[in-house]
């Protein structure tokens, strides 16, 4: 018996992407964006933008969620007090 692959099950699962990023990724690189352009008042944040979307999209080639899991990890695992010393979160049992 072999494994039948349906492309509407990966559609369904897959998180709500723009330009090969996800949404959320697309609406942060626009704020980074415009903040970088209201701050240098120069045109050239917009090929900064091209590299951020180029660099959002290889990254998301491998997984599609890596932002998302990343805030989630950042956001509910906050930094120890000891992490200078271990070089990453040590928690007391």
């Given at each position: 018996?072999?494994?039948?692959?349906?492309?509407?099950?990966?559609?369904?699962?897959?998180?709500?992407?723009?330009?090969?990023?996800?949404?959320?990724?697309?609406?942060?690189?626009?704020?980074?964006?415009?903040?970088?352009?209201?701050?240098?008042?120069?045109?050239?944040?917009?090929?900064?933008?091209?590299?951020?979307?180029?660099?959002?999209?290889?990254?998301?080639?491998?997984?599609?969620?890596m932002?998302?899991?990343?805030?989630?990890?950042v956001?509910?695992?906050?930094?120890v007090?000891?992490?200078?010393?271990?070089?990453?979160?040590s928690?007391?049992?």
């Open positions: 018996m072999t494994l039948v692959r349906y492309s509407v099950h990966r559609a369904l699962t897959r998180p709500q992407m723009f330009g090969g990023v996800t949404y959320s990724f697309f609406i942060i690189n626009a704020a980074v964006t415009t903040e970088i352009f209201l701050i240098s008042k120069n045109f050239l944040a917009l090929p900064v933008a091209l590299l951020i979307h180029v660099v959002g999209y290889l990254a998301c080639l491998r997984e599609p969620r932002f998302d899991l990343w805030v989630t990890k956001s509910r695992c906050p930094r007090r000891n992490w200078k010393f271990w070089g990453s979160n928690y007391a049992a």
